[in-house]
């Protein structure tokens, strides 16, 4: 079994990521599971952070929906410009599994990298990835 880390609680004055506001301090911006129906999706990384703790770090609204796999939980959003996507399926094993669409860096460390800053947790996060071993996570700062 996988141990969890723990992630911070959301920066102070950050606005929930649904909300579009000038000069927000919120790095995410959060799109609906609706608007997002099209993205073709392709696997990143497994996080041992719980779901609910990135989504409550993000400020991010979480929706319900099911799929092949069963029910699953998921919030759509943008960061640095890559669409993101991080979900739970029902009866799988802790941790958030994390997708992203072609789109912003093209380098898959530089992508996570972004997302582990955003979440205040370091390379110790990754339970797994889908670039590969031996990938350089120097420039990942460390939680």
């Excluded at 929706?63 to 996507?85: I, Q």
């Excluded at 799988?92 to 800053?117: E, I, N, S």
Aim: no cysteine.
């Amino acid at each position: 079994m996988t141990e969890m880390i723990e992630i911070p609680d959301t920066e102070g004055g950050w606005e929930p990521a649904t909300e579009l506001r000038a000069g927000g301090r919120n790095p995410v911006r959060q799109a609906s599971m609706f608007q997002s129906v099209a993205w073709p999706l392709n696997s990143l990384a497994l996080l041992s952070v719980d779901l609910e703790t990135v989504a409550r770090r993000l400020k991010l609204t979480l929706e319900t929906s099911w799929d092949g796999h069963g029910g699953v939980r998921a919030a759509f959003f943008v960061l640095d410009g890559t669409d993101f996507v991080v979900t739970h399926h029902e009866g799988d094993a802790a941790g958030t599994q994390v997708w992203t669409r072609k789109g912003g860096p093209v380098d898959p460390a530089a992508r996570v990298g972004g997302l582990l800053a955003a979440l205040g947790v370091g390379p110790e996060a990754i339970s797994y990835s889908t670039w590969g071993a031996g990938t350089d996570l120097s420039h990942v700062p460390a939680a």
